[in-house]
């Protein structure tokens, strides 16, 4: 018994003709946007050409900078007037990339969360805490909206204010949790010093995503809630969540193949590579509505799996997120580029030449992140006030563009190795 | 006036110690100095030397550095002499940024408005210092 057997228990064949239908139906309708006409008419494809899945290939692929470059409503293929809400994900200042959905495409998303859910074994009286930040990011609402069209019981808390966290669990009885897996392992501490052991919760499960992890930091989590811990796979341009869910034999997501269709490309060259090889994933979304997106370079580097899962459903699953193809950091959950870091200070006049970004975890398991910035010598006029308030406004604007407070380093001209390339500027101190 | 260096320190080890050496190594006097540490990492570190010009020349390459105005004025060495001066300041709203010992019972003073500074002091007949050799 599943949310949905006969999606989710199709034969590979019947994924097949199923993927084929939409997608033959979903260009035709990208085909209607802007972006799209202008991305086919250049290579001189039609929407006709495409008859069967061996002529996905044929399409251009589609990337994040094209999605900024149709900011906001380029690649929509409905009228404005039928878009219900507006995601955006994390971009460089001013160039944001925007989400939108139609009434439809949010009930077909909720429903996707809905099945993943309900793999996991939640249901109708479970007390799902939804412990993600809400608002443009797509993991708060999309569980929020999976979970209360299963039936569960949603505690829309967001991120935060572990004491109160702590609270809810226990006032409420609260048998799942939405949570990144470093807040996972703070929370327990905190409750561990409220005297109270997180096995005695009677947690049923925790999903976790947004953030990469161990399969060993997955095994500790394990122990101290006594509890299964699922990995989730999804990301804002193909809905958010409900891409991929790990079924309960937790090993690794399946990705709904009505929904979305998965290729492995050679970061470098854009070949497909075959199942099995380490690659970037592409997805293609085959059921959406209002702003479809054809092969999609995701940067996430992994691969699909070939052996078949013992569960009895089909839909492929890909391995581990073994990072990414480009230099996107994910801090607390959030995504983060060194980019958006580096358009702030060179907009600030006080700040020199050279920048580093630190990205540590603290023992308590949280985040951090320090930008050591050298200040220019024609700012300092031998004043203490000046240089506070060089570092308040790096710092709140940072802030703003990524909405992590971080840590400010005020360092002398030359106190850092002058940069060659961006890797250099970030370092990663954090042990996954 | 009197010409006082500031000096943006990360706080790292042998910083102050090799500023002074290279002072010293050039027969340059360091005739006062305070630190102002922010406790967050950086401060600043301030000097009044002798031949200024010729310390800002030796530390401008390396540091990043600022030439300020300062007032000095000559203390008497007994009780309440210290307040006879900040009282004519505050007397005068004239505000004070911050205060350090110099040589020879001299003591520098950072405030918001120098030329009012000076002429107030003068006209209490408190002796100023003209200039960093004076010191």
């Known amino acids: 018994m599943a949310w949905d057997d006969k999606i989710e228990f199709m034969s590979e064949k019947e994924i097949k003709e199923l993927q084929t239908e939409r997608l033959i139906k979903t260009v035709e309708k990208a085909y209607k946007s802007l972006f799209y006409k202008k991305k086919f008419d250049e290579v001189g494809l039609k929407p006709s050409d495409i008859k069967d899945l061996s002529d996905l290939k044929k399409i251009p692929f589609t990337t994040k900078d094209d999605l900024r470059a149709a900011y906001p409503f380029g690649m929509l293929t409905v009228d ?177 193949e009505d929904g979305y269709i998965i290729e492995i490309v050679n970061p470098e060259t854009g070949e497909n590579m075959p199942d099995g090889e380490e690659g970037e994933l592409v997805i293609t979304s085959i059921n959406r509505e209002g702003m479809p997106i054809l092969r999609y370079r995701t940067k996430d580097l992994t691969h699909i799996k070939k052996e078949k899962c013992k569960c009895g459903r089909n839909h492929k699953k890909i391995g581990r997120v073994v990072g990414r193809a480009d230099d996107m950091l994910i801090v607390k959950g959030i995504n983060v580029f060194p980019s958006q870091i580096e358009d702030i200070l060179m907009s600030i006049q006080e700040v020199g030449n050279n920048y580093q970004i630190v990205v540590d975890r603290k023992e308590d398991y949280i985040d951090t992140i320090k930008i050591r910035v050298e200040i220019s010598k024609k700012f300092f006029h031998g004043k203490l006030s000046e240089l506070k308030n060089i570092k308040e406004k790096i710092q709140h604007s940072i802030r703003e563009e990524i909405m992590i407070n971080p840590e400010i380093e005020l360092l002398e001209p030359q106190a850092l190795p002058p940069s060659e390339g961006k890797a250099k500027r970030v370092v990663d101190l954090r042990k996954i | 006036m009197i010409k006082e260096i500031s000096i943006f320190v990360e706080n790292q080890k042998g910083k102050l110690s090799t500023i002074s050496k290279i002072l010293g190594d050039n027969n340059i006097s360091i005739k006062g100095f305070s630190v102002d540490d922010t406790g967050e990492g950086y401060g600043i570190f301030r000097i009044v030397p002798d031949y200024w010009e010729k310390a800002e020349e030796l530390l401008k390459k390396d540091f990043t550095i600022s030439v300020n105005n300062i007032i000095a004025v000559k203390v008497e060495d007994k009780a309440g002499s210290l307040y006879k001066v900040l009282k004519i300041l505050s007397d005068n709203k004239i505000n004070l940024e911050y205060t350090y010992l110099l040589a020879n019972s001299i003591i520098a003073l950072k405030v918001d408005n120098e030329i009012n500074g000076i002429k107030v002091l003068k006209n209490n007949n408190i002796e100023l210092i003209e200039n960093n050799l004076m010191i």
Not at chain 1, 105 to 115: C, K, P
Not at chain 1, 117 to 123: D, E, K, V
Not at chain 1, 176 to 189: C, D, K, N, R
Not at chain 1, 204 to 228: D, F, Q, W
Request: hydrophobic share 35%.
């Open chain 1, 80 to 256: 404005k007037n039928d878009i219900v809400r507006i995601h955006s994900s994390s971009g460089t200042t001013g160039k944001a990339t925007v989400i939108a959905f139609t009434k439809k495409d949010i009930d077909t998303w909720a429903d996707y969360v809905a099945r993943c859910l309900y793999m996991i074994g939640m249901r109708k009286g479970d007390v799902f805490q939804n412990m993600m930040s809400y608002g443009l990011f797509t993991g708060g609402l999309g569980f929020h909206y999976g979970a209360e069209k299963l039936g569960a019981t949603v505690i829309p808390i967001g991120g935060g204010n572990t004491a109160k966290q702590i609270r809810m669990i226990l006032d409420f009885k609260t048998s799942f949790l939405h949570i990144t897996p470093s807040y996972a392992l703070h929370v327990s501490e905190e409750i561990i010093k409220d005297g109270i052991d997180p096995k005695a919760l009677g947690l049923k499960g925790l999903i976790v995503g947004a953030e990469p992890h161990s399969e060993a930091t997955r095994k500790k989590l394990e122990e101290i809630y006594n509890c299964p811990v699922f990995n989730s796979y999804g990301l804002s341009e193909m809905n958010g969540p409900g891409v991929g869910f790990e079924c309960e034999y937790r090993d690794d997501p399946h990705i709904w």
